[in-house]
């Protein structure tokens, strides 16, 4: 039987001893130092003389300093806006692109001449019809005979008609009767038509004697 005496004690707890601060004679904490002193920010805003940036109370206050070659710091690829992919522009409907600009044409057209619209619309339209035909010619007319030209100048100065018939009809001997009696009216006729149309064989036309001008 073990005695009293053999039983193990418990180990001491032993305490972290705080350090005293320091006090004066009158047992007052001494006064705390003063902050360090920030250092101007240069002119040229390069840096301090080691190349170091220079602070700021604009920097010391956020927690960041100026780069030194005065850029902005860059922000995380985290804290970057995401933007997404570029959105793809739709295609114009040519058909109702062209409806659009000629509603806009024709506007333009019936303000620019109100009073001629309101004084006589039916004429109006017409003139813009006789344009649209003009400019939208689907299939282009037939071309003018050069003969039908030549024919008429000559007819002006005096030239007979059995000249003009044997110069500007294809074989007319060889057409039977009936079809010389339908070829020379019409030949007639366009070569009439031509003088008509050009104001200047017209006056010459009308200076040449009757005779001359009925001369079969």
Same mark, same amino acid.
């Given at each position: 039987m073990s005695s009293p005496m053999n039983k193990r004690l418990p180990a001491p707890t032993v305490l972290p001893i705080e350090p005293v601060a320091k006090r004066d004679g009158f047992g007052r904490p001494p006064a705390p130092s003063p902050p360090a002193a920030i250092p101007p920010l240069s002119a040229a805003g390069a840096g301090g003389a080691n190349g170091q940036p220079e602070l700021t109370p604009e920097s010391v206050g956020s927690g960041r300093a100026l780069a030194a070659d005065d850029q902005p710091v860059q922000r995380p690829a985290s804290s970057q806006r995401k933007t997404g992919p570029a959105k793809r522009k739709r295609k114009r409907d040519p058909k109702k692109a062209l409806y659009q600009d000629a509603l806009g044409a024709y506007r333009k057209l019936k303000r620019g001449h109100r009073a001629y619209w309101e004084a006589e619309p039916k004429s109006f339209q017409a003139t813009i019809k006789k344009a649209h035909s003009r400019v939208f010619r689907l299939k282009p007319g037939p071309k003018p005979d050069p003969r039908i030209a030549q024919a008429a100048r000559e007819r002006v100065r005096g030239a007979p008609w059995k000249v003009l018939y044997r110069k500007n009809i294809d074989h007319p001997e060889e057409m039977p009767r009936l079809t010389q009696?339908?070829?020379?009216?019409?030949?007639? *006729? *366009?070569?009439?038509?031509?003088?008509?149309?050009?104001?200047?064989l017209q006056r010459e036309s009308l200076e040449r004697t009757p005779a001359c001008k009925s001369t079969p």
């Open positions: 009696e339908l070829a020379r009216p019409g030949f007639q *006729k *366009k070569v009439n038509s031509f003088i008509r149309r050009h104001p200047r």
